[in-house]
């Protein structure tokens, strides 16, 4: 896998330069009771108070566990899915309460490339079909027909123009998500979200994807959020990363600060949690584990949603801290110049991190 420079991006938090400002969304699911008339007796809390701005070619890369709401996030910011609270700004507009039908336009420049190559295409439409949807429904006129340009970005994302007529079912998992990646590029996009877009993929094919979606970036100018659970691939591919954990963002930081000196407790614990393959590195690090279940987010904890499994809080903080962490919740800011968190005592642990040997993905 070819390695590109992830360094020229300062963290984007000024608005005015932003393509993309998210502040403070929220996306609670309402639960329901009742045979005749139903009531919102509860509702789970996906996303609640996140804010992050992106500029454009950028890639901000969303880590953290199952069920922390990163895939919301991304279909709250492509709007397939209402904000419940919170502003939606993109390319200076606030799009946060646009209809379905005014939103249509705004398509053109925010697309999304779906986490399931298998499920994400119609299975009764032809390739063509599905990478041409885009120009029909926006009435884009190309100057040697939709039928060309198709086949030109076919060719483009590393599959057979000559496979125009064929269906989705004849191809392997690697060659949909081509299919997918080129849909989304279709329109010359100036926003893609990225919802794992490789985690179905076998490791070698994942590192091709990977290579793809930096080689058009870099080409066509195109802003990622870049949702994934493989924290070397989000190494390689963003320029800075959020850390995620129960709808929350617990550290946000630019890609070299997070990998070499992150300091939130769950961080901590992520970067512990990846194996090494050398034994002798291995020994060297130590393994945190958090203890408990993920809590429910009907109903997450008080206070600092992670310490009911922080292992600084169990171990390290006295009475009167602990009361802190159970009372108050922490705000997002900065502890360095550009390294956000989300902690009322956060620490610098080199005992945790990876070494780039150790993270660079597979060619």
């Known amino acids: 896998m070819t390695d590109t420079d992830h360094t020229a991006f300062e963290p984007a938090d000024d608005d005015a330069d932003a393509l993309l400002a998210v502040r403070a969304i929220k996306k609670h699911f309402p639960i329901k009771q009742g045979l005749f008339i139903q009531r919102q007796v509860a509702a789970v809390k996906a996303v609640d108070g996140v804010s992050f701005s992106l500029r454009a070619g950028e890639t901000l890369g969303l880590v953290g566990e199952s069920g922390c709401g990163k895939s919301t996030v991304g279909r709250v910011v492509t709007k397939l899915v209402e904000p419940t609270a919170g502003t939606i700004r993109f390319d200076g507009r606030d799009v946060t309460k646009l209809s379905r039908g005014n939103m249509r336009p705004l398509r053109r420049d925010i697309q999304i490339i779906f986490q399931d190559p298998y499920s994400s295409l119609n299975p009764r439409h032809t390739i063509g079909t599905i990478v041409g949807a885009p120009f029909r429904i926006q009435g884009t006129k190309t100057s040697k027909g939709i039928k060309t340009e198709v086949q030109s970005l076919m060719e483009r994302v590393g599959l057979n123009p000559e496979h125009y007529n064929r269906y989705p079912h004849e191809f392997s998992g690697g060659q949909r998500q081509r299919i997918g990646i080129a849909r989304a590029v279709a329109l010359r996009p100036k926003l893609i979200v990225c919802d794992e877009p490789v985690s179905a993929l076998d490791v070698s094919i994942q590192a091709q994807v990977v290579n793809l979606l930096e080689d058009l970036q870099a080409e066509f100018g195109l802003a990622y959020i870049f949702v994934a659970h493989d924290l070397s691939v989000v190494r390689h591919i963003s320029n800075r990363v959020a850390v995620m954990y129960l709808g929350k963002i617990m550290e946000l930081t630019d890609r070299d600060t997070l990998y070499s000196r992150p300091v939130h407790p769950y961080t901590h614990s992520l970067m512990s949690a990846v194996p090494v393959p050398d034994p002798l590195k291995e020994n060297r690090r130590e393994r945190i584990l ?48 550009g390294q956000q968190a989300a902690c009322h005592y956060p620490e610098e642990r080199a005992d945790v991190v990876l070494a780039e040997d150790v993270v660079a993905p597979a060619t």
């Open 290 to 337: 958090l203890t408990g279940d993920l809590p429910s987010p009907i109903n997450p904890p008080s206070g600092c949603v992670f310490h009911t499994r922080c292992p600084k809080f169990r171990m390290q903080l006295s009475d009167s801290e602990k009361e802190r962490c159970v009372a108050e919740v922490p705000l997002l800011e900065l502890k360095r110049p």
